[in-house]
C-alpha cells in the first residue's frame, strides 16, 4: 500500500469529519460544498481501491490476509458516499452528523487499512 496516499486519505477524512461537525453545530444541513468535499474524499478512496487491488494483482500479499483486506479496501470506498446519500435524506443537522460519523469510520478504516497490509 501507498502509505502517503492512506494518509492523505484519512486526514483529508477527518477534516471533511470536522467540516461537517461545524455545520451541524451551527444547526446546518449538508450543502452542495459538502457535497465537493464528499466527491474529493470519494476519489481519494477510488484510488487507495485501485492501488490496493494493483498490488494484489501483482502478486503482493497483505499480512493479515487478502480476503480481510479487500473488504476494507471496499469499505473504506463507499464508507463517504453512503453517508452523503443518508444525509440527503435528512435535510437536517442530522445529514451533517452523519457524514461527519461517515468521515471519522473512513480514517478509522484508513488505520485499520495500513495496519492489515503490515504497516
Do not use: N
Request: with cysteine; glycine share 10%.
Amino acid at each position: 500500500m501507498l502509505d502517503a496516499l492512506t494518509l492523505v486519505t484519512g486526514l483529508a477524512a477527518l477534516a471533511l469529519a470536522a467540516w461537517c461537525g461545524f455545520a451541524a453545530s451551527r444547526d446546518q444541513p449538508t450543502k452542495d460544498w459538502h457535497f465537493i468535499g464528499m466527491a474529493v474524499v470519494s476519489v481519494l478512496a477510488l484510488a487507495q481501491l485501485v492501488v490496493g487491488i494493483v498490488q494484489l494483482a501483482r502478486g503482493e500479499k497483505p499480512e493479515q490476509g487478502t480476503t480481510i483486506f479487500v473488504a476494507y479496501l471496499i469499505g473504506a470506498f463507499a464508507c463517504v458516499p453512503a453517508a452523503g446519500f443518508m444525509s440527503l435524506a435528512e435535510r437536517t443537522r442530522w445529514g451533517s452528523v452523519t457524514v461527519a460519523a461517515g468521515g471519522i469510520v473512513l480514517a478509522v478504516l484508513e488505520v485499520r487499512l495500513y495496519d492489515i497490509w503490515g504497516g
